[in-house]
C-alpha cells in the first residue's frame, strides 16, 4: 500500500514551530517510504479563519521547501460530501438526532460536577430512551454518533506505543452542530478516508480525538488510519511554548535571517534523532526518517542551539550561493550590493562570525558604506607612535601588492619600526578603516575592501 501522509492546519494564524515540525515529520516519513504528501487546510472555524493565515501557511511550507503531492483541499469546499455521508449514518442508525438544549446541558454537566462525575452526554436522545417522546418545536437538532457503550478502543500508536480507551468514557460525540456545521471529528474521518490516509502524524494534543475518530472509522466499515503522535516543543523553561520562547510564525525567522535548511534541521531534532548525528540536509533527513526515532517525551525548543545549527549550514554553504542568499539581506539594511566588493566574498569572510544573514548583513555595513569613526574611541588607541605607524602604511600602501600576505607583513613591519605590537597598529587601523573592532583579520578585511577604499578611509580619520 502506498504511504499517504496529510498536514491539516487550520488557518487561524501563523505556521508556528509546533505546526512546522508535525508538517515536516508528515512530509519527511511520506517522502522516505516514496509516498504523497497531502496538504488540507481545516477552514471550518469561519469566525476565526483568515485568507492571511492560509497564505501564511504556504508561504512557510514554500520556503521550508515542504512541497505537496496533492492539495490544498479546503474543508469549507467539502460540505456536501460531510452531508451526504451524515445523512446516510442517519439512515444506518450509526447516527441520531438530538433535541437537546444548550441550557440542558449545562445543568446535566452542572448536576455531573456536583457528583464528582465526568461531565457527559447521558443519552437522552438515543432512538432506545426517545422511543414515544415528541420532538421539541424551535429545536434544531444536533447529530450524535451512537457510540459503542461497551468494549475498549485501542491502537498501536507509532511513538507512544499502545494507548487504549474504554468506551464508557467516551461519550457520543456531536458529528453536527444545530446550524448543521460539521464537527472537526466527523469532519477529519471524512477527509482522511475519501483522501486515502495512511498514517497520521500529528501531535499529542489530539490524543484525546483519536479513539472518537477510530470508531466513527469502524462504524462506516472503513479501515482507520496508522496514528503517531508527536509530544508537545516546550520552552527552554519547561513551561509550554510562548511567543516570549521564540514561538513567533515560522516567516519571523526567514526575516531574522535564518536559513530554511537549516530550520528543517533544526525542527527535526526537536525530539527526533538519527544517532549522534546534529547537522544533516533534507535529502539525508529523507534517507533517514522513521517514526522510532521521535521520543515520546516533550521537547525544547532552544534558541541556541538554533543560531548554531543555523551558522553550521552558513558555513558549509557554496560561496557563490551564500552571497546570493546574503544580498536581498544587504538591501533589507539599505545597502547597495554593487557599492562595494562582490558579496560572494564578502559572505565567506564574514561567515565564521555571523550566526544569521541579518547579522552577517549587519557586519557587512562597512563593506558597503563609509563608516563612522568614533573620535573618542579612537583617541583612547592614538599614540604619537601609532599615528605615525599609520602614517607610514597610509604612504606604503599606495605602492604595496595588494595581497593579504603583504598587507599583513606591512602592519607587522609598521609595528616593529615604531616599537610596537602588531596589535597596537591592528586595532586601531580597523576602526580607522571600518568604524568597529569588531571584524575578521584585519588583514584579510583590507584586501577585499580595495587600495583606494582603504586609503581614502585612513586619510579621513587622521586627517592626512
Known amino acids: ?80 460530501r460531510y452531508r451526504a ?44 430512551n426517545a422511543a414515544g417522546k415528541t420532538p421539541p418545536e424551535g429545536v434544531a437538532p444536533a447529530i450524535r454518533f451512537r457510540n459503542p457503550d461497551t468494549g475498549a478502543v485501542a491502537w498501536q500508536d507509532g511513538v507512544k506505543g499502545r494507548v487504549e480507551f474504554a468506551n464508557a468514557e467516551l461519550d457520543d460525540l456531536v458529528l453536527a452542530r444545530g446550524d ?49 503522535h508527536v509530544p508537545t516543543v516546550l520552552g527552554e523553561d519547561g513551561a509550554k511554548l510562548s511567543k516570549r520562547h521564540g514561538a513567533t510564525g515560522v516567516m519571523e525567522y526567514e526575516a ?3 536559513l530554511p535548511e537549516a530550520m528543517v534541521n533544526f525542527l527535526a531534532r526537536i525530539g527526533w534523532a538519527h544517532g549522534d548525528d546534529e547537522i544533516f540536509t533534507r535529502a539525508q533527513l529523507v534517507e533517514w526518517f522513521d517514526l522510532s526515532g521521535i521520543s515520546p517525551a516533550p521537547s525544547r525548543f532552544n534558541l541556541s542551539k ?27 539594511a539599505g545597502l547597495d550590493p554593487a557599492a562595494g566588493p562582490d558579496a560572494d566574498a564578502v559572505a565567506m569572510l564574514l561567515r565564521d562570525r555571523a550566526e544569521t544573514l541579518v547579522a552577517m548583513a549587519d557586519a557587512a555595513a562597512y563593506c558597503y558604506a563609509t563608516p563612522a569613526v568614533d ?17 607610514d602604511l597610509h604612504a606604503e600602501f599606495a605602492a604595496l601588492e595588494w595581497t593579504r600576505e603583504a598587507l599583513g607583513s606591512a602592519m607587522k613591519s609598521a609595528a616593529a619600526r615604531h616599537g610596537l605590537k602588531p596589535p597596537q597598529v591592528m586595532m586601531p587601523m580597523r576602526l580607522v578603516v571600518c568604524g568597529t573592532t569588531a571584524t575578521p583579520a584585519i588583514d584579510a578585511v583590507l584586501a577585499l575592501l580595495g587600495r583606494d577604499t582603504t586609503r581614502e578611509r585612513m586619510a579621513a580619520a587622521l586627517g592626512i
Open 1 to 80: 500500500m502506498t504511504v499517504r501522509t496529510r498536514f491539516a492546519p487550520a488557518p487561524t494564524g501563523f505556521l508556528h514551530l509546533g505546526g512546522a515540525r508535525t508538517a515536516l515529520f508528515a512530509w519527511a516519513y511520506a517522502r522516505h517510504h516514496g509516498g504523497q504528501f497531502i496538504l488540507r487546510v481545516e477552514d471550518t472555524d469561519v469566525e476565526r479563519s483568515t485568507p492571511a493565515a492560509v497564505k501564511a501557511i504556504l508561504d512557510a511550507m514554500a520556503w521550508l521547501g515542504l512541497d505537496y503531492d496533492e492539495g490544498p483541499y479546503y474543508q469549507m469546499q467539502r460540505m456536501d
Open 85 to 128: 455521508v451524515l445523512d446516510d449514518m442517519l439512515a444506518r442508525g450509526l447516527a441520531y438526532r438530538d433535541y437537546m438544549t444548550a441550557a440542558e446541558l449545562d445543568a446535566l454537566r452542572a448536576e455531573q460536577t456536583a457528583r464528582g462525575e465526568k461531565p457527559r452526554y447521558d443519552g437522552r436522545w438515543r432512538p432506545e
Open 180 to 228: 448543521g456545521t460539521p464537527t472537526y471529528n466527523f469532519c477529519v474521518v471524512v477527509d482522511d478516508w475519501d483522501m486515502r490516509i495512511t498514517d497520521v502524524i500529528r501531535g499529542d494534543d489530539h490524543v484525546n480525538n483519536t479513539p472518537r475518530q477510530i470508531n466513527i472509522f469502524r462504524a462506516l466499515g472503513v479501515a482507520p488510519p496508522n496514528f503517531a
Open 256 to 258: 531574522a535571517g535564518y
Open 306 to 332: 538554533l543560531n548554531w545549527v543555523n551558522q553550521e549550514h552558513l558555513k558549509r554553504m557554496p560561496e557563490r550561493e551564500l552571497g546570493e542568499r546574503l544580498v536581498p539581506y544587504l538591501r533589507k
Open 375 to 391: 573620535g573618542a574611541k579612537l583617541a583612547e588607541q592614538m599614540t604619537p607612535a601609532i599615528r605615525a605607524s599609520l602614517a
